[in-house]
């Protein structure tokens, strides 16, 4: 009895799709652009975004150069948007803002165009080109319209992407730190610092840079260690200065004397030679 009404109600379902599918199709083969389009507008405002979309592209060749052009082009957009698919909506509203710079939706246009590149932002692990299409559309959006009720909330999205970008450049040093390729470890921490100052990461990151260093000088041959280590030495002093009360600075402490060992060994043996 049960899997016979589970039968029913999914059969019913399915009949519903066809149906509103069927009139759909009927709709657009009858050549009546303004019944295509009030019922494209019915759909909208009940949120069926995709049967919706489906008219307002179906009706949009009849108003091409009309009034109702820039209108049906960004509710179609808006559906794309609101139903996820925001592939095709941020191209449909890259194509919209070019092209209808002085309509009434061209701020909503622009706010979701942003939007869309925000969604599609990956997480920090992954390849981050989304994430600065975004930043850039989210700058662009804050310095046309300063005034937006919007503002805020599109200043912390700006804060939260650039921590994104601060969490990729940090996993992509300590990779090679984690590999124990320590030179290029260095190379990339640095950089990331110069890049991102400002960064959470930055206490560690500056302490992985002594940590890698002095871990380069220990493995490298007796002819570059002095070098070496008196580069360590340098960021062991940056780091101290930044964080005099650090939970790493026992640790460094140790190695700062290790390498200062070693330098003193060093010199003794070549004042002696």
């Not at 009949?15 to 303004?34: H, T, W």
């Not at 489906?54 to 108003?63: A, D, H, I, M, R």
């Not at 005099?244 to 002696?272: G, T």
Request: charged content about 30%; some cysteine; hydrophobic content about 35%.
């Amino acid at each position: 009895m049960k899997q016979n009404f589970l039968y029913a109600v999914c059969g019913a379902a399915v009949a519903a799709v066809l149906v509103g599918c069927s009139g759909i199709n009927a709709l657009l083969k009858s050549g009546q652009p303004e019944l295509i389009y009030s019922k494209a507008l019915e759909y909208y405002k009940i949120g069926k975004w995709q049967r919706a979309s489906t008219l307002f592209e179906g009706v949009q060749p009849y108003y091409t150069g009309t009034a109702r052009e820039d209108s049906i082009s960004f509710y179609n957009a808006y559906c794309k948007f609101k139903n996820r698919d925001y592939d095709t909506a941020s191209t449909l509203l890259d194509e919209f803002r070019r092209k209808f710079g002085r309509s009434v939706f061209i701020e909503d246009a622009e706010g979701m165009y942003a939007l869309c590149y925000y969604y599609l932002s990956p997480g920090p692990t992954r390849d981050q080109t989304m994430t600065g299409q975004a930043i850039m559309a989210i700058n662009e959006f804050i310095a046309r319209y300063p005034q937006s009720e919007r503002i805020e909330d599109f200043k912390k999205i700006n804060e939260e992407l650039n921590g994104r970008l601060h969490e990729k450049a940090y996993l992509n040093a300590y990779t090679y730190y984690k590999i124990g390729r320590y030179k290029s470890a260095i190379v990339a921490l640095k950089n990331a610092l110069k890049q991102y100052p400002d960064t959470e990461h930055r206490e560690e990151m500056m302490y992985l840079i002594v940590d890698a260093g002095y871990r380069f000088a220990s493995n490298s041959v007796s002819e570059k260690q002095t070098d070496r280590y008196l580069d360590m030495l340098d960021s062991y002093l940056s780091f101290r200065e930044e964080f005099p009360d650090s939970k790493y600075i026992k640790e460094l402490d140790r190695m700062a004397q290790h390498a200062r060992d070693y330098l003193d060994r060093n010199n003794k043996d070549n004042n002696e030679e």
